[in-house]
């Protein structure tokens, strides 16, 4: 026991002394090989009546939605039912922003910030689905 108790946190300490991977007691790089420099980000944007676009985050202001993302792209073959999910935040957009007129729920590549506290920069924002009152 007393093996286990000492061994495994000294295998750990210098496995990262050297640098090495031993695997599974040590994953240091278990998914920095899969991730790349951006990855795909979705967001609402709410236009209102004065032209000014506001992000809204369904998930924050209704918990139950907090899945969005999911229901945008399980209803992508009907259009109509996108649709429908449109008009429905867009009217619960509307408690947080009474003069919003338009809502478009976008997907985009971000790219991923290299130190902490920074913010990734959107690219390749495509609509998804907008609606319009």
């Known amino acids: 026991m007393r093996l286990v108790a000492y061994g495994l946190p000294l295998l750990v ?4 002394a050297i640098d090495t991977d031993v695997w599974p007691a040590t994953g ?4 920095s ?3 790349t420099g951006t990855e795909v980000t979705w967001f609402i944007e709410v236009v209102d009546h004065s032209v000014d676009v506001h992000r809204f985050d369904l998930g924050v202001h209704d918990p139950a939605q907090r899945q969005w993302r999911h229901q945008v792209q399980a209803t992508r073959e009907d259009p109509e039912r996108q649709l429908d999910l449109c008009r429905r935040w867009l009217e619960d957009a509307r408690s947080v922003h009474p003069t919003a007129r338009q809502l478009s729920v976008q997907r985009a590549l971000i790219e991923i910030p290299r130190r ?5 920069r959107v690219h390749d924002a495509v609509e998804v689905v907008g609606c319009r009152r």
């Open 13 to 16: 300490l210098v496995a990262g």
């Open 28 to 31: 240091w790089r278990l998914f």
């Open 33 to 35: 090989r899969v991730r």
């Open 116 to 120: 902490a506290g920074d913010t990734g």
